[in-house]
T-cell receptor, first 111, second 114 residues
C-alpha cells in the first residue's frame, strides 16, 4: 500500500463547476501538506501548503486537512479552462525534507 | 537565475550508456532535490542536498545512480549503464532555508533509454 493515495482520474467538469480533489494517507507523522499543479511537459508548481489540520484559502482555491481521517482536499471554485492540469498532493513529516507525492489527478475543465 | 534550470530538456540514449543531467538552482537557495516521475506516476524522491551537510541519498534506486553538488550550487545527476526502466522525467527543485514548503521545480529532463 502506498503512503499517499490519489485517484488518477481523469476528471472532466464543465467550466464554472466546483472541483474537489482528494488524497488519503497512512502515515500519521505527516504534518505539512501541499498541492502542486503540473501542466503538460512542465515542472510542478506549488499552489498551496497547510501545516497540520485546518483550512486555507487563496482566491478560488481552498485546501483542507483532516488529520483525524488522514484525508486532504483541494477545492477549486469557478473553475476555468486554464485550470486544466494534473494536480499532485504531497506531504512530509515535521523536520523531514523529502516530500511524498500522490500519483496526481488529471483534471480537464471544458469550456 | 529567474528559476530552476535543467539541461538537457530531452535526452535519448542507448541502453548501457551513461548519462549526466544538470540542474542550476535558484540563486541563493541552499536546498536542492532530485525527483523522478515515471509515466502516469507521482514524483519519486531520489536525493536531497542542504548546504554543506551530507546529502540524503535514501531514494536512489540503485548504485548506478549518483549525484553531486559543486560549490553549493549546480548539481549533476549521473546514471551509469542506463536501463529501459530508467526512462522517466527527472525533476530538480530548490528551496531557501525555509525548506521544502516552498520548493520550486525546474521543467525536468525527459530521459528515454532505447
Amino acid at each position: 500500500q502506498k503512503e499517499v493515495e490519489q485517484d488518477p482520474g481523469p476528471l472532466s467538469v464543465p467550466e464554472g463547476a466546483i472541483v474537489s480533489l482528494n488524497c488519503t494517507y497512512s502515515n500519521s507523522a505527516f504534518q505539512y501538506f501541499m498541492w502542486y499543479r503540473q501542466y503538460s511537459r512542465k515542472g510542478p508548481e506549488l499552489l498551496m501548503y497547510t501545516y497540520s489540520s485546518g483550512n486555507k484559502e487563496d482566491g478560488r482555491f481552498t485546501a483542507q486537512v483532516d488529520k483525524s481521517s488522514k484525508y486532504i482536499s483541494l477545492f477549486i471554485r469557478d473553475s476555468q479552462p486554464s485550470d486544466s492540469a494534473t494536480y499532485l498532493c504531497a506531504m512530509t513529516p515535521e523536520g523531514a525534507q523529502k516530500l511524498v507525492f500522490g500519483q496526481g489527478t488529471r483534471l480537464t475543465i471544458n469550456p | 537565475g529567474a528559476g530552476v534550470s535543467q539541461s538537457p530538456s530531452n535526452k535519448v540514449t542507448e541502453k548501457g550508456k551513461d548519462v549526466e543531467l544538470r540542474c542550476d538552482p535558484i540563486s541563493g537557495h541552499t536546498a536542492l532535490y532530485w525527483y523522478r516521475q515515471s509515466l502516469g506516476q507521482g514524483l519519486e524522491f531520489l536525493i536531497y542536498f542542504q548546504g554543506n551537510s551530507a546529502p540524503d541519498k535514501s531514494g536512489l534506486p540503485s548504485d548506478r545512480f549518483s549525484a553531486e553538488r559543486t560549490g553549493g550550487s549546480v548539481s549533476t545527476l549521473t546514471i551509469q549503464r542506463t536501463q529501459q526502466e530508467d526512462s522517466a522525467v527527472y525533476l530538480c527543485a530548490s528551496s531557501s532555508d525555509r525548506g521544502h514548503t516552498e520548493a520550486f521545480f525546474g521543467q525536468g529532463t525527459r530521459l528515454t533509454v532505447v
